[in-house]
């Protein structure tokens, strides 16, 4: 029996003839007690008494799509139909029923709620988001890239919005050194990810070091440095990022600023005006004015087990709708070309085509060429410059940073020919956690996961970075899984 039909059964209940102040009381319940079930027993009550109107259906499906007990998905569809059906006004019940049948993997039916709830509010960002991701499950990817320009295209706010960055043409790319030095970058931003996230991957780059003349170089870009080990670079993120949030603050990583001081001739100076050190295009003490380098950003939710350099990641060519070029290897790499996952890589994704950006490598050279000399057109600064000139707009249309890198690197729009600058890499190397641990990948299937050592895991399953995205994190499975438990361990590095 679905928790809608234990809740709405035939038992009989009090009659409510103030629906007003019982309303109020289901939602003190609701959002304040937090005590879905009783506010569950009220909003039945409310509905059974006053059948016709659209909030109890509402808020009980909210009830029914949360996390906990209750969670009855097919009944949250059905309330929320109901809520549209009493007032179709209401352009709230549009977006939670598009966002509940995408949890169902209904996404043609979310694709039509999207669509209804677009001609009640044309500029509703949840059925935006929601229209996007529906397109992108059913395989339609260059359909959700047009759909978001036309949307941001249309959008008051939005209306002299030019079109999103290109970043080259083929003629401006530069053959990268795939030996060249490598930087590590990691974003820490609010209380979701704490120090011990980015304490953990820097010590398993130490562990894993490849290059023994010198230490790894992790730049942890974040408002709050507190706790992080003093081996971590921290810097802040651009006065430009002040009102970005979550994601989105990835766009940092592409600031001109933090690459390249204005004035220096070199670019390798390390230290700012104000004496901090500043995040610069050189190793610490190392002269390398005659070669670039290697941006590698990693998400902090994942577990490092393994070296993670350009050459382990790059080592299987992909095309860009994510399935492999079997019997090949990426020989030649390119500057002004974002190596990134496949998003058919995660089963969170619920799709084929696009990318996941838990892992992100670029190759940087260090100084531009002088036909390429200005700093606003050089490697991925497009992406910070137009992302800095109209982030609320794009936030009102794009949920996720992702999307974003889709639209402008992946949009094969007959006006956009040739402007393809993204491949997908690290495919065996890199693992989806839920993936991996339900064996349904190639690594280490029938294998007990839970017991294995770091080492273990590395040597037995062939992995170099196990990625969390979404649910669960790493910390709340450090005590099912001994290698995780390991990751976090506060321990010296051999």
């Not at 609010?190 to 304490?199: L, Q, S």
Request: net charge negative; aromatic share 10%; glycine share 6%.
């Amino acid at each position: 029996m679905s928790r809608l039909t234990e809740l709405l059964g035939n038992k009989e209940t009090p009659k409510i003839e103030d629906l007003s102040v019982a309303l109020k009381l289901g939602a003190f319940k609701l959002h304040y007690k937090k005590n879905l079930l009783e506010a569950a027993e009220i909003f039945k009550r409310c509905i059974k008494s006053h059948p016709k109107d659209f909030r109890a259906y509402f808020n009980l499906g909210t009830i029914l799509d949360a996390p906990g007990d209750m969670r009855d998905y097919e009944g949250a569809v059905q309330l929320f139909r109901q809520a549209i059906r009493h007032n179709a006004s209401i352009i709230e019940s549009y977006g939670c029923l598009s966002g509940v049948l995408l949890k169902l993997n209904r996404p043609e039916e979310a694709v039509r709620v999207c669509h209804a709830g677009l001609l009640v509010v044309p500029t509703d960002p949840p059925c935006f988001y929601n229209l996007q991701v529906a397109l992108r499950m059913m395989g339609q990817l260059q359909k959700a890239i047009d759909f978001t320009s036309v949307a941001l295209s249309n959008c008051t706010v939005a209306s002299s919005l030019p079109s999103p960055p290109s970043i080259a043409t083929a003629k401006g790319r530069v053959e990268a050194d795939v030996n060249a030095p490598v930087v590590y970058v990691c974003v820490k931003w609010g209380e979701k990810y704490g120090a011990a996230y980015v304490n953990a991957l820097y010590r398993s780059l130490l562990r894993h070091n490849v290059n023994k003349d010198r230490p790894p170089r992790l730049v942890c870009l974040t408002e709050d440095p507190e706790g992080v080990e003093s081996g971590v670079e921290c810097a802040h993120f651009p006065p430009a990022c002040e009102s970005w949030e979550a994601w989105w603050l990835k766009g940092a990583m592409f600031s001109p600023e933090i690459w390249y001081r204005p004035g220096t001739n070199d670019g390798h100076d390390c230290s700012s005006d104000n004496g901090e050190q500043s995040f610069q295009s050189t190793s610490r003490g190392h002269n390398e004015s005659n070669r670039g380098m290697w941006v590698i950003y990693v998400d902090l939710d994942s577990v490092v087990c393994g070296p993670l350099s350009p050459r382990a990641l790059l080592s299987r060519n992909k095309s860009d709708d994510g399935s492999e070029e079997s019997g090949t290897k990426r020989t030649i790499c390119y500057s002004h070309t974002l190596y990134t996952l496949s998003a058919a890589m995660f089963d969170n994704e619920q799709r084929v085509e696009g990318i996941n950006s838990s892992i992100m490598l670029w190759y940087l050279p260090t100084k531009p060429e002088p036909e390429r000399a200005s700093l606003s057109c050089f490697s991925f600064s497009s992406l910070f410059r137009y992302l800095q000139k109209h982030y609320a707009s794009l936030r009102g249309v794009i949920f996720k940073f992702d999307h974003y890198i889709e639209m402008s690197l992946l949009d094969r729009s007959p006006s956009r020919k040739g402007v393809l600058q993204c491949e997908l890499v690290g495919d065996g190397c890199v693992v989806d956690f839920n993936r991996f641990v339900k064996g349904t990948g190639d690594n280490c299937d029938c294998i007990d996961l839970s017991l294995l050592s770091l080492d273990e895991l590395r040597k037995t399953c062939d992995v170099s970075v196990v990625c969390f995205p979404l649910e669960p994190k790493p910390l709340a499975v450090r005590g099912e899984y001994s290698w995780v438990a390991e990751y976090f361990q506060e321990k010296g590095v051999e």
